[in-house]
């Protein structure tokens, strides 16, 4: 099988969409397929090793406005069909599509290519999160555009899904994250990790992601000055001076990937997410592989993942108040935080990236399979291209 995968985001910056994307790469090198990657290009080059086989077209790109690690993209439909026709894909993956997606989807309808669209973020409530509410409206019905007209959509969880559903896509199924649960294990807990991050001893609060306003990390305030603990950061990114004022006494410790990052999930108490536009959350699924309960937000993603009174909690919606009463809950019951760490693991084990790629095969086989639709045509492409 031949695989042309389009990103909006790619190496070197690191997200969710990324980190998820290089799993597929890895999983369908094993499987002997060929891949081509076709993302934006920023200033440093990707890590040739990185790419797991892909071939690599990487387009012009400038960075957004106020959030310079997202890269838009300058390129066009027209310049995407020469790439998809000269490597011929039987199918094209569209990895959290938008304006790069959307392009890319044109030009695979126009040659007629069946694609399969991964829904993996919540764009319309980025809006909200960034103060451009307005906007909010504009951006469903493109997302809703894009996956009606893709061959099937992937979503992550039954929230995404219900979103979808609403928004009229159809052609939906359902496709979740593995976890790479040698990485991410209780034995990667270090005491002297966790003596340089407490050197007091306390329980350790932890949160893993972005510093940006969809992530809503300001909420953590309100468990920042738990006696006996010690909340720690682990992310970068443009909210980090506002939160570090905020909460002078959490440690930040910037970003972390791979080894240093593992060790610093498991050598956590307990795990605090409190975004509400997640529509799967890896980080807390590395977190329960990690062996540790979670606290998080009863909206989004979280809602498939953390069991309510096995694996962790989950709070209301805004309710800080709330989320303060479930974290004080497991600080102050050594023996319930220990139960719900051993049910943690298990509860996420079996959620392997090799069954997940085999799973995401399947999808491309079902498209591939699909009736195939009339593409676009090249005068209304042309047309498109003018506008």
């Known amino acids: 099988m031949r695989v042309a995968l389009v990103a909006e985001t790619f190496l070197p910056q690191m997200n969710g969409v990324v980190g998820s994307l290089l ?47 997202l890269r838009l993209t300058v ?10 026709r000269e490597f011929r894909p039987d199918v094209v993956h569209l990895a959290s599509p938008f304006l790069l997606g959307w392009q890319a989807l044109r030009a695979a309808d126009a040659l007629g290519i069946p694609t399969v669209a991964i829904y993996q ?43 979808l559903d609403g928004l009229g896509v159809t052609r939906l199924r359902h496709w979740a994250r593995g976890v790479d649960g040698v990485r991410f294990h209780p034995d990667r807990r270090d005491a002297q990790w966790r003596s340089t991050v407490a050197p007091g001893g306390e329980l350790v609060i932890g949160y893993v992601g972005r510093l940006a306003p969809e992530k809503q ?104 108040d709330d989320l303060r009463e479930r974290v004080l809950d497991l600080v102050g019951d050594d023996a319930k935080r220990r139960a719900f760490a051993a049910s943690a693991r298990d509860s996420v084990a079996h959620r392997t990236w090799a069954r997940l790629g085999d799973e995401l095969l399947g999808h491309y086989r079902h498209a591939m399979t699909a009736p195939v639709r009339a593409g676009i045509g090249p005068g209304l492409m042309k047309r498109a291209e003018a506008a």
Do not use: K
């Open 23 to 69: 799993h597929v790469l890895r999983h369908l090198q094993a499987q002997g397929h060929e891949t081509l990657v076709i993302a934006p290009r920023h200033d440093e080059s990707p890590d040739p090793q990185a790419l797991h086989g892909a071939e690599l077209a990487l387009l012009p790109s400038i960075p957004t406005p106020g959030y310079p690690e």
């Open 75 to 84: 390129t066009s439909a027209l310049r995407l069909t020469a790439i998809l």
């Open 121 to 163: 973020t919540d764009v319309p409530g980025y809006a909200q999160r960034y103060g451009i509410p307005g906007l909010a409206p504009a951006f469903s019905r493109h997302v809703a555009r894009i996956h009606q007209r893709a061959t099937l959509t992937l979503a992550p969880s039954t929230s995404a899904m219900a979103e």
């Open 217 to 320: 990390v300001a909420d953590l305030a309100a468990i920042a000055d738990i006696p006996g603990t010690r909340l720690v950061i682990v992310g970068d990114g443009p909210d980090r001076p506002a939160l570090e004022q905020a909460m002078p006494h959490a440690v930040f410790l910037g970003f972390l990937g791979g080894e240093r990052l593992a060790q610093a999930v498991a050598g956590f108490d307990l795990f605090v997410h409190p975004g509400e536009n997640e529509t799967f959350c890896q980080t807390v699924q590395e977190a329960l592989a990690s062996g540790v309960p979670v606290v998080a937000t009863g909206r989004g993603g979280p809602v498939d993942l953390v069991q309510s009174s096995r694996t962790g909690w989950l709070y209301r919606p805004g309710d800080l």
